[in-house]
Antibody, heavy 118, light 107 residues
Framework: QVQLQESGPGLVMPSETLSLTCTVS????????WSWIRQPPGKGLEWIGY???????YYNPSLKSRVTISVDTSKNQFSLKLSSVTAADTAVYYC????????????WGQGTLVTVSS | DIQLTQSPSFLSASVGDRVTITCRAS??????LAWYQQKPGKAPKLLIY???TLQSGVPSRFSGSGSGTEFTLTISSLQPEDFATYYC?????????FGGGTKVEIK
């Protein structure tokens, strides 16, 4: 059974960079795309972007100038960096696997709350 | 961006009720639509993809239909564990987008 686990700081200062890592267990990171999705408290879901095992990326244009997603196949991990954060970036951040075929998210991490505040 | 509008945004229903949730797309997306269920404090769970294909392990009381711009998620007989928020997601164009959600609560 594939499992995903997000890790990283729960508090980030405004204007700094949010950094999260997702560790995949129970399966290989190879041959799949991997995604980040976020959910502000009490609100809906926003797709951030995804990356393949060969580091092909696609980002949401609304965040593209501030987002970097990277992958480390040797560690079965992928990561998110979001720069110049503001309070509007406060959210639960989820990592997820993109199923083969149409890009739906078939496995999710439990999510991690990141608060942007001084 | 393709906008998805869900209705209703909130509904109150009883155990055993038949429940239908609608998702409308701002442009045609063929059958490239998925549905997710999210319970409080938990990650979303994939229920249906390609508008009507049930994800493995999902109970058969869930069904999806539609194509083009209008889609529905139906729960044939609501069970206590089905009280949750449901989201649609379009897979037809980038950026991938989600509907605003429909919260199903106990009457």
């Amino acid at each position: 059974q594939v499992q995903l686990q997000e890790s990283g700081p729960g508090l980030v200062m405004p204007s700094e960079t949010l950094s999260l890592t997702c560790t995949v267990s129970g399966g290989s990171i190879i041959s799949y795309y991997w995604s980040w999705i976020r959910q502000p408290p009490g609100k809906g879901l926003e797709w951030i972007g995804y990356i393949s095992d060969s580091a092909v990326t696609y980002y949401n244009p609304s965040l593209k100038s501030r987002v970097t997603i990277s992958v480390d196949t040797s560690k079965n991990q992928f990561s998110l960096k979001l720069s110049s954060v503001t309070a509007a970036d406060t959210a639960v951040y989820y990592c997820a696997r993109v199923a083969r075929g149409p890009p739906v998210f078939d496995y999710w991490g439990q999510g991690t709350l990141v608060t942007v505040s001084s | 961006d393709i906008q998805l509008t869900q209705s209703p945004s909130f509904l109150s229903a009883s155990v055993g009720d038949r429940v239908t949730i609608t998702c409308r797309a701002s442009q045609g997306i063929s059958s490239y639509l998925a549905w997710y269920q999210q319970k409080p404090g938990k990650a979303p769970k994939l229920l249906i993809y390609a508008a009507s294909t049930l994800q493995s392990g999902v109970p058969s009381r869930f069904s999806g239909s539609g194509s083009g711009t209008e889609f529905t998620l139906t729960i044939s007989s609501l069970q206590p564990e089905d009280f949750a928020t449901y989201y649609c997601q379009q897979l037809n164009g980038y950026p991938l987008t989600f509907g605003g959600g429909t919260k199903v609560e106990i009457k």
